[in-house]
């Protein structure tokens, strides 16, 4: 089964898609004029503004579903993976990734916004909407809706629940059957509670694991602050073969930054606008650029943070491309967590591993509950009229079963069923926002005109000649004391 998958692996990540996020980012961010930096103050500013309704979440509850999603075991695993097959170079093509991946972000959830359904008593809005929706194709729009039930209902999930177990293994030598049957209970009693529930729960949780890993990165490097100038060299240095040790490899760390980067990330991968397009606001800009800004909190910071503690404290191997180990940090340790828990174990001692194994535990656990989000949502496109109830039941068990499933096998079939889900995903939208690139940016220079004028922007699709944007021509047509309450929610700062 591994070789199987592999091989179809080898056709998904193949040099065509990691040219095609680099190059749409690169694109996306010169369109836009580099909305990622100019914005940057807008971003921060959007976050914390807003407020739920009963249909909708706010847009820091939309960003913490997003972000619940964006950080998880990708942001210490696949960091360590990817210096480990890629060198420290990898590490500049993740942050690479990541700025130009913020305008692919910001494409994808205001595309989600647009075309966003109230489905039931909850807007529901993703891909497979906009697919049909805004380019009128509904056999792609159910292909990236069965694949998305599949790569996160069943795929991803293992990828998660693996790290936790072996971090957890590794730090206090429980048991992965345990591990696995603690996750099963917890992941249960937050699925079975709704999206309100799931949102709550990232509220709470999200800002804290990452403010806590990231603290702790810190303070790591400060202990080790002599050496930050020459792991940021060593790093730009071999991402472009200049260093003589991991020159040979400038095109495995160009892959695996990208590869691993867009798992970390997921920007253009499809799986932010699920969350962001539950958000109640007043235009989809909005959240489209506090979407934007949930990459860098990703990679920029929480990546970033693995990266100098690996880097700072020599824990990292590398591998050449023969197999054979180029740098040898850490005797008879995997590529994954276990190299992040040796690095802070070298400086902790009797804290490192816990902490690590604690911080995978709430990164991979949150991650698992907004893969279900998301998978619940294509399954609301695919059943909009709730004519066949037992497919959200059916989903909760699988994803329960992928996640004990995960927990229990190695972690090379995990990664390999995750990196298969992904590619295929990234693949499906990364076209299709290419194609409705234009509805994105003429919602982005109608927030900026509207923001110039002194107002708080009001999106009418209508104006802007923007079709099959139902659930907007429905909210203008209420009566004027509804869009004036919604429009108090976001007051003009």
Same mark, same amino acid.
């Given at each position: 089964?591994?070789?199987?998958?592999?091989?179809?692996?080898?056709?998904?990540?193949?040099?065509?898609?990691?040219?095609?996020?680099?190059?749409?980012?690169?694109?996306?961010?010169?369109?836009?004029?580099?909305?990622?930096?100019?914005?940057?103050?807008?971003?921060?500013?959007?976050?914390?503004?807003?407020?739920?309704?009963?249909?909708?979440?706010?847009?820091?509850?939309?960003?913490?579903?997003?972000?619940?999603?964006? +950080?998880?075991?990708?942001?210490?695993?696949? +960091?360590?993976? &990817?210096?480990?097959?890629?060198?420290?170079?990898?590490?500049?093509?993740?942050?690479?990734?990541?700025?130009?991946?913020?305008?692919?972000?910001? !494409?994808?959830?205001?595309?989600?916004?647009?075309?966003?359904?109230?489905?039931?008593?909850?807007?529901?809005?993703?891909?497979?909407?906009?697919?049909?929706?805004?380019?009128?194709?509904?056999?792609?729009?159910?292909? %990236?809706?069965?694949?998305?039930?599949?790569?996160?209902?069943?795929?991803?999930?293992?990828?998660?629940?693996?790290?936790?177990?072996?971090?957890?293994?590794?730090?206090?030598?429980?048991?992965?059957?345990?591990?696995?049957?603690?996750?099963?209970?917890?992941?249960?009693?937050?699925?079975?509670?709704?999206?309100?529930?799931?949102?709550?729960?990232?509220?709470?949780?999200? *800002?804290?694991?990452?403010?806590?890993?990231? !603290?702790?990165?810190?303070?790591?490097?400060?202990?080790?602050?002599?050496?930050?100038?020459? +792991?940021?060299?060593?790093?730009?240095?071999?991402? %472009?073969?200049?260093? &003589?040790?991991?020159?040979?490899?400038?095109?495995?760390?160009?892959?695996?930054?990208?590869?691993?980067? !867009?798992?970390?990330?997921?920007?253009?991968?499809?799986?932010?606008?699920?969350?962001?397009?539950?958000?109640?606001?007043?235009?989809?800009?909005?959240?489209?650029?506090?979407?934007?800004?949930?990459?860098?909190?990703?990679?920029?910071?929480?990546?970033?943070?693995?990266?100098?503690?690996?880097?700072?404290?020599?824990?990292?191997?590398?591998?050449?491309?023969?197999?054979?180990?180029?740098?040898?940090?850490?005797?008879?340790?995997?590529?994954?967590?276990?190299?992040?828990?040796?690095?802070?174990?070298?400086?902790? *001692?009797?804290?490192?591993?816990?902490? +690590?194994?604690?911080?995978?535990?709430?990164?991979? %656990?949150?991650?698992?509950?907004?893969?279900?989000?998301?998978?619940?949502?294509?399954?609301?496109?695919?059943?909009?009229?709730?004519?066949?109830?037992?497919?959200?039941?059916?989903?909760?068990?699988?994803?329960?079963?992928?996640?004990?499933?995960?927990?229990?096998?190695?972690?090379?079939?995990?990664? &390999?069923?995750?990196?298969?889900?992904?590619?295929?995903?990234?693949?499906?939208?990364?076209?299709?926002?290419?194609?409705?690139?234009?509805?994105?940016?003429?919602?982005?220079?109608?927030?900026?005109?509207?923001?110039?004028?002194?107002?708080?922007?009001?999106?009418?699709?209508?104006?802007?000649?923007?079709?099959?944007?139902?659930?907007?021509?429905?909210?203008?047509?209420?009566?004027?004391?509804?869009?004036?309450?919604?429009?108090?929610?976001?007051?003009?700062?």
């Amino acid at each position: 089964m591994n070789d199987l998958v592999t091989a179809i692996n080898g056709i998904i990540w193949s040099p065509a898609l990691i040219a095609l996020c680099l190059g749409v980012g690169l694109y996306f961010s010169l369109r836009s004029r580099f909305l990622q930096v100019r914005h940057v103050r807008e971003m921060t500013r959007l976050m914390l503004e807003g407020k739920s309704s009963e249909q909708g979440v706010s847009s820091f509850q939309a960003l913490t579903m997003t972000l619940a999603g964006r +950080v998880g075991t990708g942001n210490i695993a696949g +960091v360590a993976t &990817a210096i480990t097959f890629g060198g420290p170079g990898a590490v500049f093509w993740m942050w690479v990734v990541a700025f130009l991946g913020a305008s692919s972000a910001f !494409v994808e959830s205001t595309l989600g916004q647009v075309y966003k359904e109230q489905i039931g008593k909850q807007y529901r809005g993703g891909p497979a909407f906009y697919i049909e929706k805004g380019l009128g194709i509904k056999w792609y729009a159910w292909t %990236f809706a069965i694949a998305t039930v599949f790569a996160t209902g069943l795929l991803l999930p293992g990828v998660q629940a693996n790290s936790i177990a072996e971090g957890l293994k590794t730090a206090v030598g429980i048991d992965p059957n345990v591990t696995a049957a603690v996750l099963a209970i917890a992941l249960a009693f937050i699925i079975f509670g709704g999206v309100k529930r799931i949102a709550t729960f990232a509220e709470l949780v999200v *800002p804290f694991m990452a403010l806590g890993y990231i !603290v702790v990165a810190c303070v790591i490097v400060f202990l080790h602050i002599e050496q930050l100038p020459a +792991v940021i060299s060593l790093i730009v240095s071999s991402a %472009f073969g200049l260093d &003589a040790g991991f020159g040979a490899i400038i095109g495995m760390a160009i892959m695996w930054g990208v590869k691993r980067g !867009v798992y970390s990330n997921e920007a253009g991968q499809g799986t932010g606008p699920h969350a962001s397009s539950a958000a109640e606001v007043s235009h989809p800009a909005k959240q489209g650029l506090v979407q934007g800004f949930s990459v860098y909190i990703d990679t920029l910071f929480v990546c970033s943070a693995t990266a100098f503690m690996l880097l700072i404290t020599g824990q990292y191997n590398v591998e050449a491309p023969d197999g054979t180990q180029m740098f040898v940090g850490v005797q008879g340790v995997a590529a994954g967590p276990g190299y992040v828990q040796t690095a802070l174990e070298n400086v902790m *001692p009797g804290f490192g591993a816990l902490f +690590v194994a604690i911080a995978l535990l709430f990164f991979a %656990f949150t991650t698992i509950v907004a893969y279900y989000y998301i998978a619940e949502t294509n399954i609301a496109y695919m059943d909009r009229h709730a004519r066949h109830p037992w497919l959200n039941f059916a989903l909760k068990i699988a994803i329960v079963a992928a996640t004990v499933y995960g927990a229990v096998k190695t972690a090379d079939v995990a990664w &390999a069923l995750g990196d298969m889900g992904v590619g295929l995903m990234a693949w499906l939208n990364i076209v299709a926002i290419v194609l409705l690139r234009n509805v994105a940016f003429k919602c982005l220079r109608d927030y900026e005109a509207q923001k110039k004028a002194g107002k708080d922007p009001v999106f009418d699709p209508v104006a802007l000649g923007i079709k099959n944007a139902d659930y907007w021509v429905q909210r203008n047509a209420a009566s004027p004391t509804q869009q004036d309450s919604v429009r108090l929610d976001t007051p003009v700062k």
